[in-house]
C-alpha cells in the first residue's frame, strides 16, 4: 500500500483534532498512520493533541467571555464551545477572532437562556474596543475657546475604541455580578468605550443619550443633538446638552471637536 501524501496526512490530523473538537472523532484512516502498540495506544497518542487543541480553545472563550462561562458552569460552557467550534471552526492563525460569532451562536440555541447571547454581545464589545485604535480626547480646554455663535454648528468625533449596542436584557447587572440567568426584558441600551488608561468601561444610556449619541457618532451638529431634549422645558434642553457633552468629555469619548468653516 502507498504511503500517504503530506496532504493527505495533514487532511487526517486536521479531521481528527479539529472537525469536532472536544469530541471521540479520530479517523480510523489516521489511526494506522500513527505509530504504538495497538489500535488503543494510538488513539491515546493522537487523543493528546486533539484533547489539547480544544482545552485550549476553550480557554480562550472562557478568558474572553468569562461571565457568561461563569453563568452556565464549567460542564455547560464545555458543551456550549463544542458545539460552536463545530459551527464556527477557527479559521485564523491568531486565537483573537476566535469568538466573533458566539452571540450570534448563542442567539439559535433554543436550550440557552435569551439573555446569554446579549451577554456575549456585550462581552465581545469590550474586546473589540480594547483592540480599537488609539486616539487622542478632546478636553474640556478645546471647549473653552469656542465662540458662543459657533456652538450650534459644531461636529464631534467619537473615539475608535467606541461601540454602542442594543440590548434585550439588562445585561449590564449580568456583568457586574448577577448570579442568576432568571432576569426579566427590558430594552437596554449600553455604550462600550476604553479609556487612555487602557481600562474598559461600559454603562446604560437611557433613551435620550442614546438618540443625543448616536446623532454626534453620525457626525450631526450640536444643534440637533440638543433637539434630543426639545421637549423639556424652559432651556432645560440646553442644561441637558451640555451636562451630558461634558460627561463624554470626561468619559474620553470624543476625540474631536469641528467647527463649521
Request: proline share 7%; hydrophobic share 45%.
Amino acid at each position: 500500500m502507498p504511503a500517504p501524501s503530506l496532504y493527505e496526512v495533514q487532511r487526517l490530523f486536521w479531521e481528527s483534532v479539529a472537525v469536532q473538537p472536544g469530541r471521540d472523532s479520530i479517523a480510523p484512516a489516521f489511526v494506522r498512520l500513527v505509530r504504538g502498540y495497538d489500535d488503543s495506544d494510538r488513539k491515546t497518542r493522537i487523543g493528546v493533541y486533539a484533547d489539547a487543541y480544544f482545552l485550549r480553545l476553550r480557554d480562550v472563550l472562557r478568558e474572553d467571555f468569562p461571565r457568561v462561562a461563569a453563568l452556565v458552569g464549567p460542564a455547560q460552557f464545555d458543551e456550549v464551545v463544542k458545539g460552536y467550534l463545530e459551527a464556527f471552526p477557527s479559521r485564523w492563525p491568531s486565537v483573537r477572532h476566535l469568538g466573533h460569532a458566539l452571540p450570534e451562536f448563542l442567539r439559535h440555541r433554543t436550550d440557552m437562556p435569551k439573555c446569554l447571547a446579549d451577554l456575549a454581545e456585550l462581552e465581545w464589545a469590550r474586546i473589540e474596543v480594547f483592540d480599537a485604535p488609539d486616539a487622542e480626547c478632546a478636553t474640556i480646554e478645546d471647549f473653552i475657546s469656542v465662540p458662543a455663535d459657533a456652538w450650534p454648528a459644531l461636529r464631534f468625533s467619537a473615539i475608535p475604541a467606541l461601540q454602542t449596542l442594543r440590548a434585550q436584557y439588562p445585561v449590564h447587572q449580568l456583568w457586574s455580578g448577577g448570579r442568576s440567568l432568571e432576569v426579566k426584558a427590558v430594552d437596554t441600551s449600553l455604550r462600550v468605550w476604553r479609556a487612555n488608561d487602557c481600562r474598559v468601561f461600559h454603562a446604560p444610556m437611557d433613551e435620550r443619550e442614546s438618540a443625543a449619541l448616536t446623532k454626534m457618532i453620525s457626525g450631526e451638529p450640536f444643534a440637533a443633538i440638543c433637539e434630543t431634549f426639545a421637549d423639556l422645558p424652559g432651556a432645560g434642553a440646553a442644561q441637558e446638552s451640555a451636562a451630558l457633552l461634558v460627561r463624554w468629555i470626561e468619559d474620553g469619548i470624543i476625540h474631536r471637536i469641528d467647527q463649521a468653516a
